[in-house]
């Protein structure tokens, strides 16, 4: 028995053909779909009387007429239990166009007709491919550009080339930056590379950086807010990363190793993948937050379409096409789906835990623990008691904390050597009056 679906519209009859141009709008807009009009909602069909079937034919296509712009269809009659149906099959519209009608954007959402507006709206277009920050026009001119900037570019793209600053408008178009329709223009990445001042068109170019004290987001201990073009927006985020995270020191057969606290390869790729594919559409920032057991790295915009947390690292599905290109031309991000693959091996080599990937509401979310988060995962509750004092307080004595947990004091020393042993606490001191700090 026929039911109304994504691809089916059902009526008995027709007494509104304003809703016939609001279906056929919809079906264009999705993947297509039938208008069947002599079958009931319930699926039972009642046919078109002979004499109406004519008219019934010229007035729904005067409905899908009202649509803008028209999209392909065909009109016919079909014989359904030995009775008459009049069907109008509507095409789904072209990559790169969308149809309106009543200059209102309809899309078929299972069996219903749903009006896309706001954020909805700028989704739909953009996975149409018909919105795209990347190739939208800027308010910036040419002389608003960094020739310098150009200049360093085109050399790490073009190794054996001899840059010619009479040529950069060359250049630009060479790299798809600049727009021809009637006039030149330049497009939104062209800021994003190479401005002198990129915030001053593209306010949303922008990174929070912040340190935190503890693995709470309250107390701030360092912090930097920086809005220049993407590459030195990646190189000014990287730094304040190694500022506000530790490295140790690893010495085997004279050779000195330095151990950063996470590796900077899944590092770079995690700060590459929040301005790479951020929704740029979106006034709000890039944040990294460091905190004593974990950097979290969020960025506007949730994964695109044909992209899911199950497949990720499998499939690239860049959201910024052109922006994903010019980095790849700069060999900062390769393009074939191992960026994620790799962060995961190296935090696994590290003897850290994998990264963790979230979608939250409208912003995502990439998490990397260090070695405190490891050390911690199998803590007793009177360790976490000692952890949680310790940050709010300078020391803690073996003696205080055998009287906080209520423990004799051979576990209370006990407790607290595992701490050393996990690299979460340090002992000053060796006799009676020796105590414990934390390790920042």
């Not at 994504?6 to 807009?29: H, M, P, W």
């Not at 954007?105 to 920050?133: C, M, P, W």
């Not at 809005?227 to 490295?247: M, P, S, V």
């Not at 979106?282 to 790295?297: G, K, T």
Request: glycine content about 6%; aromatic content about 8%.
């Amino acid at each position: 028995m026929n039911t109304e679906s994504q691809g089916l519209e059902l009526k008995r009859d027709v007494e509104n053909f304003k809703e016939i141009s609001k279906t056929a709008c919809a079906f264009a807009n999705a993947s297509g779909g039938r208008i069947v009009i002599g079958i009931s909602d319930d699926g039972k069909t009642s046919g078109v009387h002979e004499k109406d079937l004519d008219t019934l034919q010229q007035r729904l296509e005067g409905a899908v007429q009202q649509v803008s712009p028209i999209p392909f269809h065909k009109i016919f009659i079909e014989e359904k239990e030995e009775k008459k149906t009049v069907v109008c099959e509507v095409y789904q519209i072209g990559q790169g166009a969308f149809c309106t009608f009543g200059g209102i954007v309809y899309y078929r959402a299972g069996s219903v007709n749903t009006k896309l507006e706001g954020r909805t709206l700028q989704d739909y277009l953009i996975n149409r491919h018909i919105l795209s920050f990347d190739e939208s026009r800027s308010q910036a001119k040419l002389g608003d550009l960094d020739v310098d900037k150009i200049r360093e570019f085109v050399k790490k793209r073009f190794p054996e080339s001899v840059f010619d600053a009479t040529k950069v408008q060359e250049y630009l178009f060479n790299l798809g930056l600049l727009g021809k329709n009637g006039d030149t223009w330049i497009k939104n990445t062209a800021v994003l590379f190479f401005a002198k001042e990129p915030a001053r068109y593209l306010p949303q170019d922008e990174i929070k950086l912040v340190r935190f004290k503890g693995s709470e987001p309250v107390d701030i201990i360092d912090s930097r807010i920086v809005r220049a073009t993407i590459l030195d927006n990646l190189k000014e985020a990287e730094d304040f990363i190694k500022k506000n995270t530790h490295t140790g020191v690893k010495i085997e057969k004279l050779e000195r190793e330095d151990l950063p606290e996470y590796p900077f390869p899944v590092i770079r790729e995690a700060l590459l993948n929040a301005l790479t594919h951020r929704d740029y559409l979106s006034r709000d920032a890039v944040q990294v937050n460091i905190f004593d057991d974990r950097i979290e790295f969020i960025n506007p915009g949730t994964l695109p379409t044909g992209l899911s947390l199950k497949i990720l690292g499998s499939i690239s599905v860049p959201r910024n096409h052109l922006t994903y290109r010019l980095l790849r031309d700069l060999k900062l991000i390769e393009g074939f789906a191992t960026g994620i693959p790799r962060m995961r091996s190296a935090m696994e080599k590290a003897g850290l835990t994998e990264p963790v990937f979230e979608e939250l509401g409208s912003f995502f979310r990439v998490t990397l623990y260090n070695k405190s988060f490891v050390a911690k995962t199998d803590l007793n509750e009177r360790q976490k008691r000692a952890l949680a004092y310790l940050e709010k307080n300078h020391s803690l004595a073996s003696k205080a904390y055998g009287k906080m947990v209520a423990v004799s004091h051979p576990i209370a020393v006990s407790d607290l050597n595992d701490l050393i042993k996990r690299g979460l606490l340090r002992r000053i001191g060796r006799t009676r009056g020796a105590y414990y700090v934390r390790v920042l």
